[in-house]
């Protein structure tokens, strides 16, 4: 290798430690410049508003609508009474539900909402056995007998069935990890990240007339785990 040649190698090696150095120190300026806060100082202490913050909660059931841009949801926890209300114009994330825990950063509006530019969910995987539980045909056999009553099914997660969350059918669940297609489920919570394609899991719910599982409580199956 010439002279010029390692010259024009060393700069360009320069330039990109330089940059990297550059992204990570403006990153750790953008966290360092939001103040983590608690619910109910976002709701009364008025010398936050205009400054970036950082409020976590828990998603308030039926505070937000699928679909609705820009997209509107409450958080609350179990030390306040209060809700703030957050204001998010980007993808939502697969775990957002009902009842998941949000973190959120932006910057306190004058009515005390949030106006985020940062939105981080978590929602804990949960186990639980599938002994008892029905299996996909045994429901949809006797769909007409168990209308209305709540049952705890187990089956596979049908590929490329998992919609976003809001959505009218959020997943598809069948007896046979194969399937193409099979029972609907609407549900309105979360979905953890080891909730995927194929993996087996338990629900609880009921099933209406028109064949839909409305779930209440999603889980993976025990013996996965």
């Known amino acids: 290798m010439n002279k010029r040649a390692k010259q024009r190698l060393i700069g360009v090696t320069m330039l990109i430690f330089v940059t990297v150095g550059a992204l990570i120190w403006f990153t750790q300026l953008g966290n360092a410049t939001a103040t983590p806060v608690a619910i109910d100082a976002v709701l009364s202490d008025r010398s936050l508003v205009g400054k970036q913050v950082e409020v976590t909660g828990q998603v308030v059931a039926g505070s937000w609508v699928s679909g ?4 509107v949801f ?3 926890d179990e030390e306040s009474e209060g809700r703030v209300r957050v204001t998010w114009n980007d993808i939502i994330p697969g775990s957002f539900g009902d009842g998941t825990t949000a973190t959120v950063t932006g910057t306190i509006a004058e ?3 949030v106006d985020a530019k940062y939105l981080v969910t978590k929602c804990p995987s949960k186990y639980e056995s599938a002994t008892g539980a029905l299996t996909v045909n045994d429901l949809t056999a006797r769909a ?3 209308s209305g009553i709540t049952v705890k099914v187990t089956g596979f997660v ?3 069935s998992i919609a976003a969350p809001g959505s009218p059918v959020r997943f598809s669940l069948a007896d046979n990890s194969k399937a193409a297609e099979g029972l609907e489920v609407a549900f309105d919570g979360g979905l953890s990240e ?3 394609d194929g993996v087996k899991a338990v629900i609880t719910g009921f099933i209406e007339e028109d064949g839909t599982f409305q779930c209440s409580e999603v889980a993976l199956d025990r013996s996965t785990r």
Do not use: N
């Open 158 to 160: 049908v590929a490329g």
């Open 144 to 146: 007409g007998e168990l």
């Open 74 to 76: 409450e958080i609350e």
């Open 111 to 113: 009515d005390g909402s």
């Open 68 to 71: 609705a841009k820009p997209f």
């Open 194 to 196: 080891e909730f995927t």
